[in-house]
């Protein structure tokens, strides 16, 4: 009992996993120029309610600027002052296809009030604050209520109307190497099927976020592969098979933080090298096993 406290995976953390920037964002098209004032930038944030908008010159985003930034000016009587003497320059952004919890991370690390957000082709598209996340968490913690009232039917006594010695479900989930935009979809029907089967939402949680994580790693590091789920009465398994240049030094990739992503992967917000020990925490047991040029065998099970 202890050890299934110490590897349970709360309802926000398992959200945070499943949504996407783009799902929590504020689509907005305030935006200022860095010629406005900083006197015309108060007016905007009144009559518009916000605390802070992004900077844009020639349909460029240049900076950001925020009610912190006006308060120093107010302070220092600086209100003529042009935006763009005032503003954060070349902002740090989230990609709107993003996993949400790339998003919770960078504010934790980085303390910033807001995140601009763009999409792949480098267009702003929104704006992101931590208030945002907790709205569209919530808000999915509704809905996630009603559709599981909805959709738990009698699949929840699969187990118990089934006779036979051994009973298992098998579902496979085929995962593209290279397709970022569909990253996310086998861990999301997987743990939508567990949740219909009337599995406990413990149990679903520490799964959907190690079947997450494994995922990624086959699209990012891979040439493609497949997660396969086994679901017994006591435990599920889940195999994530690829095919791949292996892994040289498993113990050292392991290790929290250690990733060999390319640069163009971690700009995207993926390969921070927390997957393998994200999937440890999660899981009952773990087997990882590789062969340089041919590809890994990672099984994982999660036991209830």
């Not at 396969?228 to 006591?234: C, D, L, Q, Y």
């Amino acid at each position: 009992m202890e050890q299934r406290t110490a590897k349970e995976i709360t309802k926000l953390q398992e959200l945070t996993y499943e949504l996407k920037v783009e799902d929590a964002m504020t689509k907005r098209g305030i935006t200022i120029s860095p010629d406005a004032t900083m006197a015309e930038f108060r007016e905007v944030l009144r009559v518009n309610r916000i605390s802070g908008t992004p900077v844009v010159e020639n349909g460029k985003m240049v900076g950001i600027v925020s009610i912190e930034d006006l308060i120093k000016a107010l302070a220092a009587g600086e209100l003529s002052a042009k935006v763009g003497t005032k503003m954060f320059p070349n902002p740090m952004t989230l990609y709107a296809d993003e996993p949400l919890v790339h998003a919770v991370g960078r504010f934790s690390q980085l303390r910033f009030g807001r995140f601009p957000v763009v999409n792949r082709e480098g267009e702003l598209v929104g704006i992101i604050t931590q208030g945002d996340i907790v709205r569209a968490m919530l808000k999915r913690m509704e809905v996630d209520y009603h559709e599981e009232e909805i959709h738990r039917y009698r699949a929840s006594h699969i187990f118990e109307d089934i006779l036979a010695d051994q009973v298992a479900l098998v579902f496979g989930y085929r995962v593209i190497a290279g397709d970022f935009a569909r990253a996310g979809e086998a861990s999301s029907g997987l743990k939508k099927t567990l949740t219909r089967l009337g599995i406990h939402p413990h149990v679903i949680r520490r799964v959907a976020v190690a079947t997450y994580e494994a995922e990624i790693n086959i699209v990012v590091y891979t040439e493609g592969g497949e997660i396969v789920a086994e679901v017994r009465p006591n435990h599920i398994k889940i195999e994530a098979l690829d095919k791949g240049p292996g892994i040289p030094d498993i113990e050292q990739a392991m290790q929290p933080g250690y990733s060999t992503a390319p640069d163009w992967v971690r700009e995207m917000g993926f390969g921070a090298g927390m997957g393998l020990p994200n999937i440890k925490s999660c899981a009952d047991e773990m087997q990882l096993r590789s062969t340089v040029g041919v590809g890994t065998h990672l099984t994982i099970t999660i036991a209830y």
